[in-house]
DNA sequence: CGCTATCGTGGAGGACGTCAACGATGGAGG
DNA sequence: CCTCCATCGTTGACGTCCTCCACGATAGCG
């Protein structure tokens, strides 16, 4: 055991610091996003979808997303019935269904994309570009490290 | 890959990062908890409520976990029916309700800190004492510029 | 052909976030 | 003193999110 003096005040604890700032962040996201109609949870997704060129099964998209299959159903309901993506069977295997992102969502991820990353930079002002490097460095350490099977 | 831009590579994102990262530390810290009959929720708050020995009032507790004024008086229920806090009126102030670690609740916050401690070690482990500091540095910044009323 | 695992889906239940309203009290101004 | 408004705790409503369990359909293996 190492030396417990995280903690002692809560301000000052990794976990409520990390909590905080993920909410902040999130909120902030959440409200850019809500001109396009999407929240973070919807951009993520779309976002995955776009970058994986011949679609993504639901079932590695829950997993990249760290969430529940059965959220990722409502979840690609909600992408679908707006046009942003659709699900095609898969030709290797006809359980699993291929999210694709569709041209309107290529489409709605560019603008979206402008909004959420202009929201980021504003909650993440207060950090140097070295800072921002550095944050995410640590971070995705920490994921990875908890989330070992992580494509990228 | 030297892509400088945020979010081009949703795992690449802070804020798909920060998000994951909360996610892992509370559920591992749940569990860690679960045992003392805590949740990190009930914790955090019984954690201000010994760190402050006349009591805080349900207003500055609100604020400085970040939750709305209505979710506290669940918070503060929960942990009075366990008979780990007490409220206590205001001599000042009829209206404000002082919420005071009782004994029994300065004995839980000991041994559940341990365990939270634990899982906190155990989350972070990845990370060296100093990145741990740096991480807790960039993390604070972030935090008190995005909420800027923020008491120790 | 069975047996087991996986994929998508649905539903139940709890935790959580947000907002609006209320009674009780405090404080400032006429 | 009395009136107006702010603040504190509390309640309720509503929506989001997480967790778990179960089901039909399909895959893969012996």
Redesign the interface.
């Given at each position: 055991?190492?030396?417990?003096m995280?903690?002692t005040?809560?301000?000052?604890?990794?976990?409520?610091?990390?909590?905080?700032?993920?909410?902040?962040?999130?909120r902030?996201?959440n409200a850019a996003l809500a001109d396009h109609g999407l929240r973070?949870r919807s951009y993520?997704a779309l976002?995955?979808a776009c970058?994986s060129g011949d679609g993504m099964s639901q079932r590695d998209l829950a997993e990249?997303l760290?969430l529940d299959p059965s959220q990722v159903v409502l979840l690609v309901d909600e992408l679908a019935a707006a046009g942003l993506v659709e699900r095609r069977p898969s030709v290797t295997d006809r359980r699993t269904k291929l999210v694709c992102a569709t041209e309107a969502g290529h489409a709605a991820r560019a603008s979206a994309?402008r909004a959420?990353?202009a929201a980021?930079?504003a909650?993440?002002?207060?950090?140097s570009d070295d800072?921002?490097e550095?944050?995410?460095g640590?971070?995705?350490?920490?994921?990875r490290?908890?989330?070992p099977v992580?494509?990228?």
């Open positions: 055991m190492e030396v417990l995280d903690g005040v809560l301000t000052d604890d990794v976990g409520y610091l990390l909590s905080r700032a993920s909410g902040l962040l999130v902030a996201t973070v993520s976002l995955l970058d990249a760290g994309q959420a990353a980021h930079a909650q993440l002002e207060e950090l800072e921002r550095q944050l995410r640590l971070l995705g350490r920490l994921v490290a908890g989330q992580l494509r990228g």
